[in-house]
């Protein structure tokens, strides 16, 4: 199976399946969202070549020109990884690529900044509510790869990282090891135990606005505690 056949695949599977839209909708997601980034499924009962991305919600990974360059799948129930990603291919590596950079580049380049996420969730949530210009990377560290691939389309990077350790340290290692790149990066620390999603959906998406405006403003960490 070609790329393209895979996501047509995924799309018509997740068209006839109850149980992948009856996950989507209750993550709060529209179906323009699900649209807008050809969200999939992968049934247990699927081609032997998907295998690993059995039982998964499907998040395709688009190059600059729209073209599937790879998959990430989050599991719905039962044993295995929450999230798996294809391979390391030619055209494929995680610490070179932005899900959904292919979406968002004319936002990015419009507001002047990205705003770069953990996961594939978090961005869909994020462009539920409205955020445009966001991105994340495919389950590594954001890289100096990353960043000069967002230096085409932004004067500034601002970081919402979860409110985790892992996120907290993840932030600090990215400003740290991106530090002689000379671009300025932001960072957005949620209160503990919120991703995105969670904060969106307490507090609202005009309040993830304040702190990203404050993140820009401050052009240093910042940490709002509830």
Not at 91 to 106: F, G, M, R
Request: net charge negative.
């Amino acid at each position: 199976m070609t790329l393209n056949d895979r996501l047509g695949y995924f799309r018509s599977q997740f068209e006839n399946s109850e149980r992948a839209k009856d996950y989507i909708s209750g993550r709060g997601l529209s179906d323009s969202t699900v649209d807008d980034l050809s969200i999939g499924y992968c049934p247990e009962d699927c081609h032997s070549e998907l295998t690993k991305f059995a039982n998964r919600v499907i998040f395709p990974i688009f190059d600059l020109n729209q073209e599937p360059i790879a998959f990430g799948g989050r599991l719905l129930s039962g044993e295995g990884p929450k999230y798996y990603n294809s391979p390391t291919s030619e055209v494929y590596e995680k610490s070179k690529v932005l899900y959904n950079l292919n979406a968002a580049q004319d936002f990015i380049l419009k507001s002047g900044h990205a705003i770069v996420v953990e996961g594939y969730m978090d961005v869909a949530m994020m462009w539920n509510d409205g955020f445009r210009n966001v991105v994340a990377t495919c389950g590594t560290a954001f890289t100096r790869y990353h960043l000069r691939l967002l230096k085409r389309f932004c004067d500034s990077v601002i970081l919402v990282f979860d409110g985790d350790k892992a996120g907290m340290q993840s932030a600090e290692a990215a400003c740290n090891s991106l530090s002689a790149e000379c671009f300025p990066i932001h960072v957005v620390t949620l209160p503990s135990g919120y991703d995105p999603d969670d904060y969106i959906k307490e507090y609202g998406a005009m309040d993830l606005i304040g702190l990203i405006r404050d993140a820009k403003e401050a052009k240093q960490e910042v940490s709002r505690k509830r």
